[in-house]
């Protein structure tokens, strides 16, 4: 589970703290303003996550926001 920026054509990576969102795929990310935010996604195991992370890209900061409980996904 890495962050990495790119800047000047080179991979960086990138150090975070707070609560980090589990490895998946297919999931989304939208970036609004300093803000990297993250939604849902397929585990490796096939589970579907439906759950919102959020980055603060100046603080590299993670924090994990809501699992939505009565949304049923399937």
Known sequence: N???RFDK?????RE???KLPSPRC???TTKIDDEVWLFGG????GTYLND????NLSKSIAAYLIRPS????Q
């Open 2 to 4: 890495n962050t990495e």
């Open 9 to 13: 054509n080179k991979w960086t990576k």
């Open 16 to 18: 975070c703290t707070g």
């Open 26 to 28: 297919y999931h989304t």
């Open 42 to 45: 397929i585990s490796h195991d």
């Open 52 to 55: 919102l992370h959020v980055l």
């Open 70 to 73: 009565n949304y049923n996904l």
